[in-house]
């Protein structure tokens, strides 16, 4: 799965997401609270990477942080630009997120490298940890499964990870994964959220 192509399956369906983004069901209660909690950890500037509409990136700036949000989607930049004046939003890729080294206290990417091709996720979250300070967090949403594997998203080709793969790759990257947390909601495929912090390689 391209960066185009992914570009475009949600270019198609912007309406149908951000109708989904901003219902009730867009930010549920455990998530808030388990961002809230990162995001109380964070010292620095924070990138919503993969923002999508902008309602997480408002979320943490209703926190208090110092946000931007990224997206790969033009027509979603300006959606959030103008549901939410104030905070910046800029087209970008999360395997370039235009930021300099170590700049970033925090990067957000909620369900964000879902379509990402296995083979391009360790660049993905490369690109992540060149753009943390040291010591900067890291909160990923993924799809939860036993192994890798590509499964019908109702947008495009999505894929399924296990905790152990991704924290293998989160290491191979330079962070250490900090706590995880998964969750089966009705009707709803499992997810799981993994909080890594990027380390020095002292710190291993």
Do not use: N
């Amino acid at each position: 799965m391209s960066v185009d192509d992914v570009r475009d399956a949600y270019t198609r369906r912007v309406e149908d997401y951000v109708d989904l983004a901003f219902s009730p069901e867009g930010l549920h209660e455990l998530d808030q609270r388990l961002v809230s909690r990162w995001a109380g950890g964070l010292s620095g500037r924070v990138v919503d990477a993969g923002c999508g509409p902008g309602r997480w990136t408002g979320f943490l700036r209703d926190l208090g942080c110092d946000v931007e949000g990224v997206d790969l989607v033009p027509r979603f930049v300006e959606i959030a630009r103008s549901r939410f004046p104030g905070i910046p939003f800029r087209v970008g890729d999360l395997a370039d997120l235009g930021v300099p080294d170590g700049s970033l206290g925090g990067i957000l990417s909620w369900y964000s490298i879902i379509h990402t091709a296995p083979a391009d996720v360790p660049r993905v979250l490369e690109e992540f940890a060149r753009c943390l300070r040291d010591g900067g967090g890291l909160l990923l949403g993924l799809f939860e499964g036993t192994r890798v594997e590509p499964f019908p998203h109702a947008v495009t080709t999505a894929y399924f990870w296990s905790v152990e793969e991704m924290s293998r790759c989160l290491a191979d990257a330079g962070f250490r994964v900090e706590a995880t947390e998964g969750r089966v909601d009705p009707g709803r495929r499992p997810y799981v959220a993994i909080v890594a912090r990027k380390v020095r390689d002292d710190q291993w």
